[in-house]
């Protein structure tokens, strides 16, 4: 979850051209983060308590962050991602005539 929180502060620093929502990594980052700190609650809860209903609650919510996180990483292959393109091409304006200079010879 850590590394998920700082790929989000570093993208969120760098990224200024388009959306984050817009890319791929972005929804699959929140698909498992939704799903790594589901079971880390999960975990942690359900060793703590002895109460049925409880855990049968605990349990419900674990099925839906599973759903949510099934949910999000399928629909994160749908996104559509915008291809940055690559600039090559170094244009000179036609206006600028560099062949036509010719340096005055002061050395003469």
Same mark, same amino acid.
């Given at each position: 979850?850590?590394?998920?929180?700082?790929?989000?502060? %570093?993208?969120?620093?760098? %990224?200024?051209?388009?959306?984050?929502?817009?890319?791929?990594?972005?929804?699959?980052?929140?698909?498992?983060?939704?799903?790594?700190?589901?079971?880390?609650?999960?975990?942690?809860?359900?060793?703590?308590?002895?109460?049925?209903?409880?855990?049968?609650?605990?349990?419900?919510?674990?099925?839906?962050?599973?759903?949510?996180?099934?949910?999000?990483?399928?629909?994160?292959?749908?996104?559509?991602?915008?291809?940055?393109?690559?600039?090559?091409?170094?244009?000179?304006?036609? %206006?600028?005539?560099?062949?036509?200079?010719?340096?005055?010879?002061?050395?003469?």
């Amino acid at each position: 979850m850590i590394v998920i929180i700082y790929y989000f502060y %570093e993208k969120m620093k760098t %990224e200024v051209l388009r959306p984050l929502y817009q890319s791929i990594i972005f929804w699959l980052c929140v698909g498992l983060f939704i799903y790594f700190s589901g079971n880390f609650f999960y975990l942690v809860l359900i060793q703590s308590t002895n109460d049925p209903i409880l855990i049968n609650q605990l349990r419900v919510i674990y099925s839906i962050v599973t759903i949510t996180k099934n949910v999000l990483l399928s629909f994160s292959f749908f996104a559509n991602e915008i291809k940055e393109r690559v600039v090559n091409d170094f244009n000179i304006p036609d %206006e600028i005539n560099l062949d036509s200079f010719h340096p005055k010879s002061t050395f003469s």
